[in-house]
Structure formats: C-alpha cells, structure tokens
C-alpha cells in the first residue's frame, strides 16, 4: 500500500477515534458534560493522539530502517565474484537498486508479469526492460540481477509487513483510549503531558537534523575516500572529472575550486561591506525617523529576492555592463559575460541588507552615554562616528561580515550563472571560474552512477564547505555575543 494511503487511513482511525472517545465519556456522565474530570474534547483528542503518535511513529521508524536491514540483506548474498576489479560492494548494491526499480516499472507499464520478476534469464529480462525504456547496461551481471530480484522481494513483504503493523497498532491505540474514557479519567492531564512529549520531540528535531546532515556527510565522504586519494583530493590543481572507469581516470583537486569561491567571496565582500555599512551607519545615525521606517524595509527587501533572481541579473545586466566596459572591444580583459565579476557583483548586492541590517542594529545598540559624553568634550558628529561609535561597534560589525562570509561561500544559483563552470587557478576577475557548491550540483546531476567517485567527491565537497561555514558562524556569533555581553 502507498505510504500516503496508509497516512490517510491512520488518520481516519484517529478521527474515529476522537468521536468514539468523546462519545464514550459523554455517555458515562449521562450526557452531562458537568461530570466530567476534563472537556469533552480532551478523550476525544486523547484517543485521536493514542492512535496518530503510536502509528506515524512506527511508520516513520520502520521506512527509515528497512532500506537498511534489506541493504545489508541482500549485500551478503552478492558473491565476492560478482564485484569487479575497482569496484566496491556500495556500487554494485547501486546497480541492484537500479535494476530492481527498473523491474518495478516493467510490471507497472504491463511488459513483464509479477511471475516472470523472479526468472533468471538474464536476456530475456533484459529484451523485456527495454520495452518499457529501461536500459540495464552491459555491466549488470547475472547475480546483480539476481540480487536486484531478492530486493524487490524484501521490500514487497517488508511493505505489507509495515501496512498490517502500522494498522494494528492504529486500531489498538484507538481501542484502548475508547475503552478507558470515563468520567473519572483524568483525559486533560494525559493530553497535557503527551503535547508536551511532543513538544519537546519538535525542538529535538533540529538538533536531530543537523546530527544526521553530519553523519551522512562523513559516512559519504568517508566512502569517497576509501575511493580516491585524499591526499590527491587535497593538494592537486586540476579539477578534471571522467565518467569513465568508475573515476580511475578522474583528477579531482579541491583547490580550484576553494579559490574560485573564496575569490568570488572577496569579491562580493568589497562590494557589500561599504555599502551595507555606510548605509548602516546613515539609517542609524543621520536619517530622521521618517526615512529610516521607510528605507530601512525597502533596503532589507533585497534579502526576499530569490537567489535565481539574483543570478539572472548578472547574466542578463551586469555580464553585458562590463563586457561593454572590459571586453575585446576595449581593453581586452573579459571575453565571455560569466566572470568571477559578474557573480561577485551580483552576490554582493544580494548579500548588502545582510550587512546593513545587522551593523544598523548594532550600532543602535552602542549607549547612547558614550556619544553624550563624546559631544560633551567638544567632538563633531562625524568625529563622534569615526572615534566612539564605530571603534564601540567594531566587534560587532566584524560579526555580521563574518556571517555575510559564510552566505557567499554557500551561494549556488548566482554562481552556476554568473561565474561559469571552469575549474581554473587565476588571479584575473575577468575570466570565468566555479565554486565548490556549483560543483556540488554538477557532480550530482548526470548520468554517473551514485555510489562513484565522481557523484561521492560531492559529499567531500560538501563536508569541506560545512566545516568552513560553521567555523565562520562559531567565531562570528562568539564575537557578536562577546560584545553584547559587554554593553548591556
């Protein structure tokens, strides 16, 4: 049965449930609501949440554990003879997933029979795949089929198995909250203490989150590299990866990439750093309340635009502007409209209500003590800017460029359109460059099987990226916290 089906039905339980319960309690105080301990509507909820936390619960659970327990199922059953020289057990077990969807779609479009998913005939199954669009490919071997027929089997039972459990354990729970509404059940207490199991269970779910966006990220790269060289990985200066031999002959080198976007970072640093803070520095200190409730908003309206946005305007407007001013028909520096420029630009404009809102904030903050007594000693306004305020806001200001750093080193969409895709070591902002998460992209989009080194080397990519942000964001929130500590 489909997942949401079977959502659907759990959720018709649990409504049944909720009238059944109220009913029950109802009923028992002879239909006066007076004699109840709690509200009707609490035994009514109580059932409702008896049946929904036991049953999504378990559906949850058990459709994160079964593609695990099949997968190292059916891995001990492949024979160390069916892995390639080269290979891995994590690709083959690719190929078995690859294969067993492509039986699941010959049964759905009608060219093969749920009798003939379990034949053995490695050409025959292979004649009948490709009548429906799907293309085994020459490296599939008789036991990774084989192996890919055993997958479909265990999921198939494993999904009946799931339907009954997750159905069960619905309808006990509804029966056991109807059974015990009566008029002394203290139903208000129990559905206050299980909101607040649940409660806490919705604020554990980001630090669950970011845990296993962690443990994928090492288990991945952990895989990548039992694949290829991390010292290769880390020192060599050619990004050239090759869809062929399973990356035997792929020269994946982190430094171009780490260059080009933490050059295309610099750039759009200079860019936002003086606008967002001279802007900051305006709204905060010179402008009169009208104008700051009117450009402070329209300023942090550029932080809603999408990022897609953002980078069709540097394709579209700012490419052109400075192929015009740099191209060969002037001095000869830019030959195409994508450019380490270009996106820098464009980032920097994006990342501008970043900086200003955060460092407007934070000079607010400084005590308005510190510019009396500054005007107390004969200082001008712009002296009191230059030698209180700002030296006070200083660390502050660091923050908020230090969390700006960290936005521009994870933009994707302005740079897959604004800097190109060339992988290269240059000191020249006018020549087309790439960034680690635009690679992340293209790495993970094609026809290259999931468990190589060309699609893994994302995962490696990613984790690299991670841990540079997130030391960026830990200096960045110690040193704003250290100042806020200091001030109030």
Not at 101 to 119: I, K, Q, S, W, Y
Not at 315 to 324: R, S, V
Not at 391 to 403: F, K, N, R
Not at 477 to 483: D, G, N, S
Request: net charge negative; proline share 4%.
């Amino acid at each position: 049965m489909p997942v949401l089906w079977l959502v659907l039905i759990v959720l018709a339980i649990a409504a049944v449930g909720f009238v059944l319960g109220r009913g029950r309690a109802l009923k028992s105080a002879d239909g006066d609501s007076r004699h109840l301990h709690s509200l009707p509507s609490y035994y009514g909820s109580n059932a409702a949440m008896k049946v929904l936390v036991p049953a999504l619960g378990l559906l949850v659970l058990w459709l994160l554990a079964q593609p695990l327990y099949i997968d190292n199922r059916v891995s001990a059953t492949i024979p160390e003879s069916a892995i390639a020289e080269g290979s891995t057990i994590g690709l083959v077990m690719a190929d078995v997933r690859r294969v067993a969807e492509g039986l699941d779609t010959a049964v759905a479009e009608g060219a093969m029979t749920m009798a003939e998913t379990v034949a053995i005939d490695f050409t025959a199954v292979r004649d009948q795949l490709a009548e429906v669009g799907v293309a085994l490919g020459a490296n599939v071997s008789a036991e990774t089929l084989a192996a890919a027929q055993d997958y479909r089997s265990y999921t198939s039972t494993g999904g009946l198995l799931m339907t009954i459990a997750v159905l069960l354990v619905a309808l006990v729970g509804c029966g056991w909250a109807v059974r015990e509404s009566n008029k002394e059940f203290r139903a208000r207490n129990v559905v206050e203490r299980g909101v607040l199991v649940l409660l806490i269970a919705a604020a554990s779910i980001a630090i669950l989150t970011t845990v296993g966006i962690v443990l994928s990220l090492v288990f991945q790269t952990y895989e990548f590299f039992t694949l290829y060289s991390a010292l290769d990985f880390f020192t060599l200066l050619e990004w050239a990866p090759s869809f062929s031999g399973r990356g035997g002959a792929s020269s994946l080198g982190l430094l171009p990439l780490l260059w080009g976007t933490l050059y295309i970072s610099v750039v759009a640093l200079l860019v936002a750093v003086p606008i967002g803070l001279f802007a900051a520095i305006y709204l905060s200190e010179y402008a009169s309340p009208a104008v700051r409730s009117f450009a402070k908003p329209m300023l942090e309206v550029l932080a809603g635009i999408p990022t897609i946005v953002y980078g069709l305007f540097a394709l579209l407007t700012i490419g052109p502007i400075l192929l015009n001013v740099f191209g060969d028909d002037t001095v000869g520096w830019m030959q195409g409209q994508r450019a380490v420029m270009t996106a820098g630009i464009a980032m920097g404009i994006m990342l501008i209500p970043f900086v200003s809102s955060l460092s407007d904030d934070i000079i607010n903050a400084v005590p308005q003590a510190m510019r009396d007594g500054s005007y107390g000693l004969g200082a001008t306004k712009s002296e009191t800017i230059k030698q209180v305020v700002l030296p006070a806001a200083l660390p502050g200001i660091v923050g908020a460029i230090l969390l700006a750093t960290s936005r521009a080193i994870g933009e994707t969409m302005i740079v897959v359109l604004g800097a190109g895709a060339a992988a290269r070591l240059s000191l020249n902002p006018f020549e087309a460059m790439t960034t680690v998460t635009a690679k992340i992209v293209s790495q993970l989009t094609g026809d290259s099987d999931f468990a190589s080194p060309e699609a893994l080397v994302a995962f490696a990519l990613g984790m690299t990226l991670f841990i540079m942000t997130l030391g960026l964001n830990v200096f960045a929130l110690y040193i704003v916290r250290k100042y806020r500590e200091q001030y109030e």
